[in-house]
Every structure is written in structure tokens, then in C-alpha cells.
């Protein structure tokens, strides 16, 4: 199989096929889930917690992303890689996105990166300048202390639409697939069901 484009993702789901992703951290977890057919390898911010042994996301550095994508790069040949962006990387101004973009692309070898939360403003930004970019909507872990801590988000009416809202204001921002982290299932079948671009679920029901 040759490597994963952004192009392959668009035409599974509108073929309506299933897309695998995981996170992985370095080049054993890349080589195993490369290994299980993962059309998708995430370096995620939680490796703060799982690696580094952080209570949290926020404490990481972009420098510290870097080579945690590096290793990841190094075992996974075929798998669309995203890098995620940091807590503080691109909430100072949008040409501060773009540059840790840039970075996470140029340095890391990252496909893609992956931000969260309802900035379209930063999506579009980032996709202008030739950075293919995944949303977060849902339980975002950076903000989690806003959240009310690590708790499902969307449960009422209102917060359910203001989601929905999110996702697809990110697709409009040129988004190239979503993920949606502990929201109800209904409410991201409604997302999954609204948007052409591929949805990830992570504690988001079938």
C-alpha cells in the first residue's frame, strides 16, 4: 500500500468506508500501528501524561512535539502522520499558528497538524499558507480546567448545537477531517452525518 493522502481520507468517506486512527509517540508505537493498517497515526498532545508524566497537556513545549513526530516519522511509512499543536502555539496571533505549523511540518516531517477548539479563524489561516489541518471538537484537553475537568461535552441542547456549529465552521475553514472527543453519539452522528469531511471519534460512541 502507498502512503495515506488527505485525497484517500475525502474518498473513503464519501464511499462511506471506515478510517482507522491511533495515537502514537515514537517509532515502536508507529511501527505497530503502521503494522495495523492505521490510516491515520496521531502524535498527540498527551504524551505530556503518557511519556513525560505531566498531570496534564499544557506543560508541553512545541520543541518536545517536534521529537516525539520525528520518531513517530521514522516507523511510519504509509500512514498519514499529524502532528499535534501545543497548548500556547497558536493563541497569540495567527501568524504565530503559522509558524508552529511550519515548524511541526519542516522540523517534525509531519503530513498534516491537528488544533484544538472552535478557530476557524486559525484553520484558514494555516490551510492559506499550505498546512493541511485536522479540527478537535468536543472535550479538548488544553482547556479541560474551562471544561470543568475531563468530563463529556455536549450533554444539553444548547452545548450539543454549539458543537455542531464548531465542527462545521471548521470545515469551512478548510479542515480536512474532525475529531470528536467524548460527545454524546448522537450528537456526533449529527456532525458525522452534516459534514463531507471524515469524522474521528475518540469516546464518542460508535
Request: glycine fraction near 12%.
Amino acid at each position: 500500500m502507498g502512503k495515506v493522502t488527505i485525497p484517500n481520507l475525502l474518498d473513503m468517506k464519501k464511499k462511506g468506508e471506515k478510517i482507522a486512527m491511533v495515537t502514537a509517540y515514537d517509532y515502536s508505537g508507529a511501527v505497530i500501528a503502521e503494522k495495523a493498517g492505521m490510516e491515520m497515526i496521531l502524535v498527540g498532545d498527551s504524551l505530556a501524561m503518557t511519556m513525560l508524566g505531566h498531570e496534564g497537556t499544557v506543560a508541553l513545549t512545541t520543541d518536545e512535539m517536534i521529537h516525539h513526530v520525528k520518531a513517530v516519522m521514522m516507523g511510519a511509512k504509509t500512514s498519514l502522520v499529524i502532528g499535534d499543536m501545543v497548548f500556547g502555539s497558536y493563541n497569540e496571533s495567527l501568524a504565530q499558528a503559522v509558524a508552529t505549523g511550519n515548524r511541526l511540518m519542516k522540523e517534525g516531517g509531519c503530513d498534516a497538524v491537528k488544533l484544538e477548539g472552535g478557530r476557524p479563524d486559525v484553520v484558514r489561516a494555516l490551510v492559506h499558507a499550505g498546512i493541511p489541518v485536522q479540527g478537535h471538537v468536543g472535550l479538548t484537553p488544553q482547556t479541560a480546567s474551562q471544561l470543568g475537568g475531563f468530563r463529556v461535552q455536549g450533554k444539553n441542547l444548547d452545548a450539543a448545537m454549539k458543537i455542531v456549529n464548531e465542527a462545521r465552521s471548521l470545515e469551512d475553514a478548510g479542515a480536512f477531517s474532525i475529531v470528536l472527543e467524548c460527545v454524546p453519539e448522537e450528537v456526533a452522528r449529527i456532525i458525522t452525518e452534516t459534514l463531507s469531511i471524515p469524522t474521528i471519534g475518540i469516546g464518542a460512541g460508535r
